[in-house]
């Protein structure tokens, strides 16, 4: 399936408009690995835990977020916008993906 931010797909023709789809995902951050990823996972400002776990979350929204669009009749979506918060003091990270799922022309 193709997903993209951009609101049309060149060469490709809209010919049926689902409506918004949206896929979400909380995954919560184990408090040994915060402890560890402060002290030594940190090189030169960035955490490759974290930025692992934002990888999985983005990757789970997108896919529920795909199959939504599945389920509706879509075979694209487009207008992707991704949002990343963290709730509970940072000890859990969301990530959430919406767009609209679309039926483009073969």
Do not use: C, P, W
Not at 57 to 63: P, V
Not at 71 to 76: F, M, Q, S
């Amino acid at each position: 399936m193709l997903m993209t931010t951009t609101n049309n797909i060149e060469g490709k023709r809209i010919i049926k408009y689902h409506g918004l789809v949206s896929g979400e995902a909380i995954l919560g951050a184990n408090i040994f690995k915060d402890f560890f990823a402060g002290i030594r996972d940190i090189v030169g400002g960035r955490s490759s835990a974290y930025e692992k776990e934002l990888r999985a979350a983005k990757d789970i929204a997108l896919s529920e977020m795909k199959n939504e669009a599945i389920n509706i009749g879509g075979n694209a979506v487009i207008a992707i916008d991704l949002d990343y918060e963290t709730l509970g003091q940072g000890s859990m990270l969301m990530v959430t993906a919406s767009g609209t799922a679309v039926t483009l022309e073969d």
